[in-house]
């Protein structure tokens, strides 16, 4: 179960597939895709409307689709792990926000109140998550991670916080691949099905031993860098150009969400 789990995130992690598709945003300068995804994920924590919430998340989706991105892949991507966890933290506010009662129930001898202020906290919490959540993936199915990371160097992001990110990137999937096939080998020298206890030990033996494998490999894959020149700085040897297409891409963007913006009073939610 293990294995397959890591094996099934092995996969979700792995993204870049899109990036060479002939789709819409791909077609984009990897600046103007940051500049606006980042002023979508600003103004998502800005706005309190679940309408002008649920207009951004229309956008993303409306995004992947002349990207040429699978929806119910992108569905299952943005809905993954962080999502699904916003909604567990979400529910709560469903009985414990005060306002005028939709729904009542009786648990046992307790009385819950679902009310129509909490129904729209968490779906405005929801919807805020679910927005910031696509928006990144988004951003990085329809761009390859070096173009992402040239981006924050262009605008003068430290470059300590962008050296951290890329190697970030890169050792989570060497992180997943080695923990997949310990898991693998294990299973692999398992005959019989092992008690809880046994196998809460050896999980315990691989985790340590995981890290300390991680930890191996990240000082050898250094002394190579080393060796190939290495000085603390990843010289980019792409040129991008910023076309008029990408400044119309930016003058949209900001217009949406202007336009999100109004939406509220119109809506009055």
């Known amino acids: 179960m293990i ?35 980042t002023a979508l994920i600003l103004a998502s924590i800005t706005l309190s409307s679940p309408i002008s919430l649920l207009l951004f998340l229309m956008l993303t989706f409306l995004l992947a689709f002349a990207s040429k991105i699978s929806i119910k892949e992108f569905l299952f ?15 709560p506010s469903l009985f414990i926000t005060p306002g005028v009662a939709i729904a009542s129930f009786n648990i046992f ?17 929801i919807f805020r998550v679910w927005t910031c959540v696509s928006s990144l993936i988004l ?46 080998a294990k299973e692999a020298r398992e005959a019989k099905k092992m008690s809880k206890i046994n196998a809460m030990k050896t999980l315990g033996f691989m985790l340590s031993s995981l890290f300390i494998r991680a930890f191996e490999k990240g000082e050898r894959v250094y002394l190579a860098m ?16 910023f076309h008029f297409k990408d400044a119309f891409f930016i003058f949209f963007f900001f217009i949406f969400i202007i336009f999100a913006f109004l939406s509220r009073g119109f809506f009055n939610l």
């Open 77 to 91: 991507k943005t809905l993954f792990f962080i999502t699904f966890f916003s909604i567990l933290i979400a529910l």
């Open 226 to 241: 080393k060796n190939r020149g290495y000085s603390g700085e990843i010289k980019n040897l792409n040129v991008i150009k």
């Open 139 to 184: 951003l990085n199915l329809t761009s390859k991670f070096s173009s992402i990371i040239n981006a924050m160097e262009s605008f003068k992001i430290p470059k300590v916080f962008t050296m951290m990110v890329s190697i970030t990137y890169r050792f989570l999937f060497l992180f997943v691949d080695e923990a997949y096939k310990m898991v693998l």
């Open 3 to 37: 294995a397959e789990f890591l094996n099934f995130f092995r996969e979700t992690l792995f993204v870049e597939k899109y990036s060479s598709i002939n789709g819409f945003l791909q077609k984009i300068d990897p600046r103007a895709k940051f500049i606006s995804f």
């Open 109 to 125: 001898s307790f009385k819950l109140q679902i009310t129509f202020e909490g129904f729209l906290f968490a779906l405005q919490f």
